[in-house]
């Protein structure tokens, strides 16, 4: 299996660029986060899905859009790009039940705008 | 607000020697108290959890104690090893009401052999 799969692993943007990351897991999860990680700030929650076509907001959406066509995938959108949003970004599923209640994650994509 | 804070911010430990990285929490809903390990450049992995009805979960050299009237939490490497060098995260969640789960900002542990 390969878990949690995130494209590109890099990315340079200029500001007010957009562009798309890519998230698809292969664990058949309902749930699907995405989460920021800055430097002394530890993992900020921006959206997350509880299953296709369902889809809420975290604790830092803002510039953000995510949509949930399948299962599988999870694709987070950068409307406009800006500094404020350099950061690491990593996708996490996990299934229902205590036993899965923990998320997996991908090995994230590095952002950086300028 | 920070809904779990986490100390040390880093951690220098000797190869053989226990760490200890503590956690402490206020709201009394969390029910689900994870850590996870994260070696650079890749995600963070999962490493043990626990819920509130029980004190302390081992596995292996990694022990979670958690103290529910004083709403903390901590994880114990006994034996560290070089390879234990990581940053840790702990996080809370409330497994009867959303996705959210809260992370602490994280332990940069480095065991010197």
């Known amino acids: 299996n390969a878990g949690v799969t995130q494209t590109p692993k890099f990315q340079v943007l200029k500001t007010g660029q957009s562009m798309t990351l890519q998230c698809a897991q292969d664990?058949?999860?309902?749930?699907m986060s995405w989460y920021r990680q800055d430097p002394g700030m530890g993992l900020r929650l921006i959206h997350y899905?509880?299953?296709?076509?369902?889809?809420d907001q975290g604790e830092v959406p803002n510039g953000y859009n995510v949509s949930r066509s399948t299962t599988e995938d999870f694709p987070l959108r950068l409307l406009s790009a800006a500094p404020s949003q350099t950061s690491v970004y990593f996708c996490?599923?996990?299934?229902?039940?205590?036993?899965?209640?923990?998320?997996?994650f991908g090995s994230g994509t590095r952002l950086t705008v300028v | 607000q920070q809904q779990v804070k986490q100390s040390p911010q880093s951690l220098i430990v000797q190869k053989g020697g226990i760490s200890i990285i503590n956690c402490a929490y206020e709201?009394?809903?969390?029910?689900?108290f994870p850590w996870y390990q994260q070696f650079p450049g890749k995600g963070p992995a999962l490493l043990i959890a626990?819920?509130?009805?029980?004190s302390e979960k081992k596995e292996g050299r990694f022990t979670i104690s958690f103290n529910k009237s004083a709403k903390q939490f901590s994880l114990h490497i006994m034996d560290s090893q070089p390879g234990d060098s990581a940053t840790y995260f702990c996080?809370?969640?409330?497994?009867?009401?959303?996705?959210?789960?809260?992370f602490g900002t994280g332990t940069s542990l480095t065991v010197i052999p």
């Open positions: 996490a599923s996990r299934g229902t039940g205590i036993a899965n209640y923990g998320y997996t």
């Open positions: 664990m058949n999860h309902e749930y």
């Open positions: 899905s509880v299953g296709a076509g369902i889809t």
């Open positions: 709201n009394t809903a969390f029910d689900y």
């Open positions: 626990i819920r509130p009805d029980v």
């Open positions: 996080a809370a969640s409330d497994t009867n009401t959303g996705n959210q789960f809260y």
